[in-house]
């Protein structure tokens, strides 16, 4: 009986332990880039597109699998029951299986640089993938000193984008890194945003997020302005010519950042009311970058 209520805990568990919505901040470094090269280039290497897709997201399974498991070693996620290695009891199998995804992932990419002649993709997405061991890994934990965004930013925004980018054109572009920068700051508003339900978690396990470091109120006040960011950027953008006017649809998803935006400002320091900013974030992440990336298209 016990062994069945392990292997078959309560399906929301495993939704929230599997959080299909956070692989939009694998999706869309790929979907921009490719965007961007596709409108200098009018030319779409569909075969290179998919794959990348394919690997950025296996590669993302892996860096939330492997965060569970440092995260159980360090006791951070002691009351967090949708921890995929509280799910299952196993560790090791969680390590392991986050080892699978990632080598599946590199073998994408691989394929990618490969058929290509060209080891450009692969040495920046190992960047990447280093990255997100320093954010998360023993003996460096750096998400744990606060440095979590920073890494996210470039991992997911300049690097990612331009990867993509480069996939498509071998070649570099002013364009494609203006539109990295939008992309960096809107996926990280997505961990920024998990910091503020945690507090208490992450001081008692040593962890100096953001929020930790700044205070809720603050962090709110800091969230205010990155988002903001985000639509004045843009804007600025296309004034200056770097991007084509219809970047600017972009701007729908404006009421997605208010309703983050006034959503943490209002409950910032209720960890049960806004514990699902992340998810806000996500919608905010998902929708700016994809109209952003068709913006370049039309």
Request: proline share 4%.
């Amino acid at each position: 009986m016990t062994t069945k209520l392990i292997l078959y805990p309560n399906k929301k568990l495993w939704m929230a332990a599997i959080k299909p919505p956070m692989y939009s901040v694998a999706i869309m470094p790929i979907w921009v880039g490719t965007a961007v090269a596709f409108a200098e280039t009018k030319v779409l290497h569909a075969a290179v597109f998919c794959t990348f897709l394919a690997a950025a997201i296996l590669i993302l399974v892996w860096e939330n699998l492997s965060n569970d498991v440092f995260d159980s070693d360090t006791g951070i996620d002691i009351n967090k029951p949708h921890s995929l290695v509280s799910l299952t009891g196993n560790r090791q199998l969680i390590f392991w299986l986050g080892n699978c995804f990632l080598s599946l992932g590199l073998l994408g990419i691989l394929a990618i640089s490969w058929w290509q002649q060209d080891l450009t993709v692969i040495g920046i997405i190992l960047l990447c993938c280093g990255l997100g061991y320093l954010y998360q890994g023993p003996p460096f934990r750096l998400g744990y000193q606060g440095l979590g965004e920073i890494l996210c930013f470039f991992a997911f925004g300049p690097l990612g984008v331009s990867a993509a980018y480069y996939s498509q054109t071998q070649s570099w572009s002013l364009t494609s890194l203006a539109a990295s920068l939008i992309v960096g700051i809107a996926t990280t508003l997505v961990l920024f945003c998990s910091h503020f339900h945690q507090v208490k978690e992450d001081l008692a396990a040593g962890k100096l997020s953001p929020i930790v470091r700044l205070g809720t109120q603050t962090g709110s006040q800091v969230l205010n302005w990155l988002t903001g960011s985000i639509y004045v950027s843009i804007l600025i953008f296309v004034i200056c010519g770097i991007f084509p006017f219809w970047t600017l649809l972009s701007w729908f998803s404006l009421p997605f950042a208010l309703q983050l935006c006034n959503h943490v400002g209002q409950n910032h320091n209720q960890p049960l009311k806004v514990n699902n900013s992340k998810f806000i974030a996500i919608a905010v992440q998902f929708w700016c970058c994809l109209l952003l990336g068709l913006g370049f298209i039309l």
